[in-house]
């Protein structure tokens, strides 16, 4: 199983990005994808998910009413369009893919089973 996540990128204060995780590799039904984070020297924190037929999404604190996740099941891909972003947000992005369906494993690491390599967000003040 493969997460290729594209997007990432340097912008400034206040602009926006997009992120998208296609995944690959094997058949996939009836999965939750989702977005972790890591700043420098920071625990890796929890930043979106959304259920399979993406009836359900949730967000960190931190990011609610800025960013949006949304999916495409016919191309197993997920996206995370972040907007006002603040130089907080800078950190590496990690798509995810697990089986979990409860609000706790949606929403920490142990709720995914595949993890992408990373993508790079720079906010500059």
């Known amino acids: 199983v493969q997460l290729q996540a594209y997007g990432g990128g340097l912008v400034q204060a206040g602009g926006s990005l997009r992120l998208s995780c296609a995944a690959s590799?094997?058949?996939?039904?009836?999965?939750?994808m989702g977005w972790f984070r890591q700043a420098p020297g920071k625990e890796r924190e929890f930043v979106a998910a959304i259920t399979w037929r993406g009836g359900s999404t949730y967000y960190g604190d931190s990011v609610k009413g800025r960013f949006t996740i949304s999916r495409d099941n016919a191309k197993d891909t997920v996206y995370l369009q972040m907007n006002t972003l603040k130089p907080e947000d800078t950190a590496v992005y990690y798509c995810?893919?697990?089986?979990?369906?409860?609000?706790?494993?949606?929403?920490?690491?142990?709720?995914?089973?595949?993890w992408g390599q990373g993508t790079l967000v720079t906010v500059s003040s």
């Open positions: 590799g094997r058949t996939f039904s009836n999965y939750a």
């Open positions: 995810v893919i697990g089986w979990a369906t409860y609000y706790y494993t949606l929403t920490h690491q142990t709720g995914y089973d595949y």
